[in-house]
């Protein structure tokens, strides 16, 4: 059979049945799991009769009821515990991203460039430079922010974030 991409239409009830069954990275449980708490039945376990589905089948109606409070009286738990692993999984992520950012040190008095991004009213087209400078850091915010004033002594109203400035070399 060859696999020419026209048949998607048919793959899709099937794509749509795996993504809230499948375990996610930063919670390590299912979409499905933490909704209902419990896994869901496949199809397939419906047909080919699994273990799980036995063992309901032969539970009569009270004993299932209860087997199904208790289910879901854990619901609580295993969201939490999907909880802190989503707070782990942020944590190492930070980390890793952290691991790679140099930081940049300003200080007052200090000549930088600002960049010009494309939807400011100082942009050119794609020819013109794309730094305007040099500019003078009156002061130093905390967050990564700095407020600049021209050579002229004229000072900017808004912050301007260190990631849009560069250290200017005369």
């Known amino acids: 059979m060859t696999d020419n991409h026209k048949g998607w239409h048919e793959q899709l009830p099937y794509a749509l049945l795996g993504y809230p069954i499948t375990a996610r990275t930063s919670t390590e449980a299912t979409p499905y799991l933490l909704v209902y708490g419990t896994e869901v039945v496949i199809p ?18 009270a ?26 999984y942020q944590k190492r992520m930070a980390r890793t ?46 967050g990564g922010a700095v407020v600049l004033v021209e050579m002229d002594g004229q000072e900017w109203l808004k912050p301007i974030n260190s990631d849009a400035i560069k250290h200017y070399y005369a």
Request: positive net charge; glycine residues 4%.
């Open 63 to 88: 004993e299932w009821a209860r087997t199904r409070y208790e289910q879901l009286a854990l619901i609580d738990e295993k969201r939490m515990i999907a909880v802190c692993h989503g707070q782990f």
């Open 44 to 61: 397939a376990e419906v047909e080919i009769s699994s273990l799980r589905i036995v063992q309901g089948a032969k539970l009569d109606n």
């Open 97 to 142: 991203f952290n691991k790679r950012v140099k930081t940049r040190l300003f200080q007052i008095r200090q000549l930088v460039l600002k960049r010009i991004f494309p939807h400011q009213e100082e942009y050119k087209g794609k020819f013109a430079p794309n730094w305007k400078g040099p500019h003078v850091i009156r002061k130093v915010l905390s």
